[in-house]
């Protein structure tokens, strides 16, 4: 579920209570069910029937001179609850949003922007059938060679990245009908690709220098996700350097016990074995508070799966500590979203409702 929380305004949209029937023009949302599968490169592209969906990329970079950094770029779609009939260019059909973030040890803190804007008149777009996203001069899009490539940024900063794929999607959950609650209807249509090679520039203080890296992508589409009781939840997609790729994720209730959990670990000979929510355990090893929020989360944690051959336990350990996200000032919530290592491996972890329970 990773994409999303970089997404300020993803966060509020999945917070909130499933569409209803609010005229007779306005439909509902469909929603997700088992048994769809996944179709590219259509899959790749827009699905604009749908309430929210977003493409997530994350990752960690290598400048020339051996300095690691953590990024994160999002893109997300919301179709809001108004007439899609509407003939006016000005209706606000779909709503399209980016985030991006640098993590720098050197500086310690994030650097971030953002982009907004209704879909139309050529300056906001989410096309259909392939990856093609623009908002003003931020874009992402699936090259003909299958790369997929973005530029994002402002004056703090700029990421001029290619990401290739190096292994097939991996369909999530079940044929890509990721749970996200007790009910059925908390779901998503969700794929990964991950162990994906970056090249490309980032850009500091007016100065580019060249990249290399890893990455991992997450694609989502949904009408409706959390359960009333949540609270918040954690993900931690990680890169391991044996070409195998793990994502987990929990979603948590006001006293912290795990309302749902799934995710998979696909192995380097390709095998996939799907997560349960009672095969997940997540631990606090260590928690950082934040001078700013008071916010206090579990920055290094242990991940503990069972699995048919035993039980396999991963510690995360952040680049650095202050990875966190104040978007108070954008009408958004604060979250911990940076790099982190494990044995073998490194990745991303996000943490949500630290700092209260997220809400509209």
Do not use: C
């Not at 949003?97 to 050197?106: E, Q, R, T, V, W």
């Not at 650097?111 to 209704?118: E, G, P």
């Not at 093609?132 to 490539?149: H, K, Q, Y």
């Amino acid at each position: 579920m990773g994409r999303l929380i970089a997404i300020l305004s993803a966060l509020l949209v999945l917070a909130s209570p499933a569409a209803t029937q609010t005229g007779p023009l306005l439909p509902l949302y469909p929603q997700v069910t088992p048994g769809v599968g996944l179709s590219f490169p259509a899959d790749h592209g827009a699905h604009p029937e749908f309430r929210t969906e977003w493409w997530y990329v994350t990752g960690w970079l290598k400048t020339a001179d051996g300095q690691d950094l953590g990024f994160q770029v999002t893109f997300f779609r919301s179709r809001p609850s108004v007439d899609q009939r509407n003939p006016s260019a000005f209706a606000a059909k779909q709503i399209l949003f980016a985030h991006a973030a640098l993590s720098d040890p050197k500086l310690g803190k994030l650097l971030h922007d953002q982009r907004m804007a209704r879909a139309g008149f050529g300056l906001a777009e989410a096309a259909v059938g392939d990856a093609n996203l623009i908002i003003d001069d931020w874009t992402m899009r699936r090259a003909a060679d299958g790369r997929f490539v973005t530029k994002v940024g402002g004056k703090a900063f700029a990421l001029d990245l290619a990401f290739r794929p190096t292994q097939p999607p991996l369909a999530q959950g079940e044929g890509g009908y990721s749970r996200k609650g007790p009910q059925p209807s908390q779901a998503s249509h969700y794929y990964s690709l991950p162990q994906m090679v970056v090249s490309g520039t980032v850009t500091r203080g007016g100065k580019a220098v060249r990249v290399t890296g890893s990455a991992w992508l997450d694609r989502e589409w949904s009408s409706t996700l959390l359960d009333p009781k949540a609270v918040g939840w954690d993900w931690v997609g990680l890169n391991l350097d044996d070409g195998s790729a793990l994502m987990a994720f929990q979603v948590r209730d006001a006293a912290g016990k795990a309302l749902w959990a799934g995710g998979a670990l696909r192995g380097k000979d390709g095998a996939v074995t799907r997560f349960t929510p009672d095969m997940v355990r997540f631990g606090a090893e260590r928690l950082w508070r934040s001078p700013r929020t008071g916010g206090r989360y579990p920055v290094e944690r242990s991940l503990s799966v069972r699995l048919p051959q035993g039980e396999r336990r991963w510690m995360l350990k952040p680049l650095f500590d202050d990875q966190e996200l104040d978007s108070r000032a954008a009408g958004g919530p604060i979250y911990w979203e940076g790099a982190v290592t494990t044995q073998g491996g490194r990745g991303y972890l996000e943490l949500t409702g630290y700092v209260g329970k997220l809400r509209l």
